[in-house]
């Protein structure tokens, strides 16, 4: 299925879409795309306009049994940008006081970018400083964003996170103004990155739980299914129905 253009639809109406691909992502990482051990839940941010954030969390190292199983394997995607700095290095070295999460701790994040985190600096910079924060805590992040730049992002999101991390600065390919990018947080920082555009399907997006190996996320066919019990009204005010 087409990433479809969110950009004239009500914020109410794409938070209820938002709600619900969140719902599906977590059930299908739960279902047998994650090994054994990690669990995916869906969590209440309360730090921003937006209240839902897929946690992937784990009691344990991944276990092959009873799952799926991780990739050790480099993704394959369209581009990947990697940390080369010494001062990044040793900032991961630097110690940390880490508050676990009772039922385990978390070792990534999905995020699912909304009009909200684009709407004023204010929120576009919390929106960065939060998904830095993530990175040099060495939690691993999937953001996934169909919402085009904007005056505050004009290369993406993505790239006002990444002049944060590293340079030179990230630029977006001519006519692919949406992002999907996976951190994998190891001694370098790399950003697994697909640019795409509306009407392009979305691609599997890979999912780091370990600084080496990952999963994939299935986003076309969890997106497929939120659009396919979405009430009709909201379907045809994306799809521009009268």
């Not at 692919?176 to 392009?200: C, N, R």
């Amino acid at each position: 299925m087409p990433a479809h253009d969110w950009t004239h639809v009500q914020s109410g109406l794409f938070h209820h879409f938002h709600q619900d691909w969140c719902t599906q992502i977590a059930r299908s990482l739960n279902a047998g795309v994650l090994p054994k051990g990690v669990y995916a839940l869906v969590e209440q941010r309360v730090d921003g306009p937006e209240p839902d954030v897929i946690a992937v969390q784990s009691k344990q190292q991944p276990k092959s049994g009873g799952g799926g199983t991780a990739t050790l394997t480099a993704p394959k995607t369209k581009l990947a940008n990697r940390t080369l700095s010494d001062a990044a290095r040793y900032a991961a070295r630097a110690n940390r006081i880490s508050v676990r999460h009772p039922l385990g701790h978390v070792v990534a994040v999905i995020e699912v970018v909304s009009p909200g985190n684009k709407d004023s600096k204010h929120a576009i910079r919390a929106f960065v400083a939060k998904a830095v924060a993530f990175l040099r805590a060495g939690v691993h992040l999937l953001i996934i964003d169909l919402f085009p730049p904007s005056d505050r992002d004009p290369q993406g999101v993505h790239a006002a996170i990444w002049d944060e991390l590293a340079t030179p600065p990230f630029t977006l390919p001519d006519g692919l103004p949406l992002t999907l990018v996976s951190y994998q947080v190891a001694e370098d920082t790399v950003a697994h990155i697909e640019p795409i555009a509306v009407g392009d399907p979305l691609p599997d997006m890979p999912l780091f739980i370990t600084p080496e190996a990952h999963v994939l996320v299935p986003l076309e066919a969890t997106y497929a299914a939120t659009w396919d019990a979405a009430p009709e009204p909201l379907r045809d005010t994306v799809l521009g129905v009268e």
